[in-house]
């Protein structure tokens, strides 16, 4: 008997510890933050960033036509600042228009499946409909700011020539900027991404300036 007893004391019972169970948790922490789904963004990102871009290459190509014809800043800056307030209403209605009508459309088809599912699924659903107010003041909003750089770009430079250098320069490093951060808000090449939206740019702003120096030329 104290054989035994003394075996039983000199026995140690030992207690398994997950080892891998911290890795694991690591792991699924970073494949969370991996699966996250950047499409989700897709909506205000889109309005935010397209709204910038159109209110600066629109409103800069603007007045870029009417700086071929006329060397007058002030010419210039209202031709600008009327595009802005054209623009800004136009892009509000314009996704005003359209994200109501996505709306309709998924309310629609929440009304054909609500006898298939549940009063929380439908509560869920309706929390991510989309919202055609936000998304026309987004717009409007994001046009307006994307505007207002070659306004202010031109205000204070009364010479003719290096008003249209500075005007250039100014929209092409907005371009470069409004292209990154779309790039990196939406986990994208966000060299590929400038390089794009600036290209784009120039090619709106040269156009519009040759056509416009070239049926001014013509006397029409």
């Known amino acids: ?99 109501y009508s996505q709306l309709d459309i998924e309310l629609a088809q929440m009304k054909r499946d609500r006898e298939r599912r549940s009063e929380e699924e439908g509560k869920e659903e309706k929390e991510d409909l989309p919202n055609p107010l936000q998304a026309a003041a987004a717009s409007a909003l994001a046009f307006s700011v994307g505007a207002i750089v070659p306004l202010l770009a031109a205000s204070f430079i009364r010479e003719y020539k290096v008003r249209l250098g500075v005007l250039v320069g100014a929209v092409s490093l907005a ?10 808000l939406g986990k994208a090449p966000a060299l590929r991404s400038s ?20 049926i001014a030329s013509r006397g029409l």
């Open 175 to 184: 371009l470069v900027v409004f292209g990154w951060l779309g790039a990196v």
């Open 195 to 214: 390089v794009r939206v600036l290209v784009g740019g120039w090619v709106a702003m040269a156009i519009t300036f040759g056509l416009t120096k070239l």
């Open 1 to 99: 008997m104290e054989s035994n007893q003394t075996s039983l004391n000199n026995k140690k019972f030992t207690i398994p510890v997950d080892v891998e169970q911290p890795r694991t948790l690591e792991l699924d922490q970073k494949s969370d933050e991996d699966a996250f789904d950047y499409s989700k963004r897709s909506q205000w990102l889109r309005a935010a960033v397209l709204g910038a871009n159109d209110g600066l290459v629109s409103t800069a190509s603007l007045m870029m036509g009417v700086g071929a014809v006329k060397q007058d800043i002030k010419v210039m800056i209202l031709t600008g600042f009327a595009g802005l307030v054209a623009g800004a209403c136009s892009m509000a209605i314009g996704e005003f228009v359209s994200v």
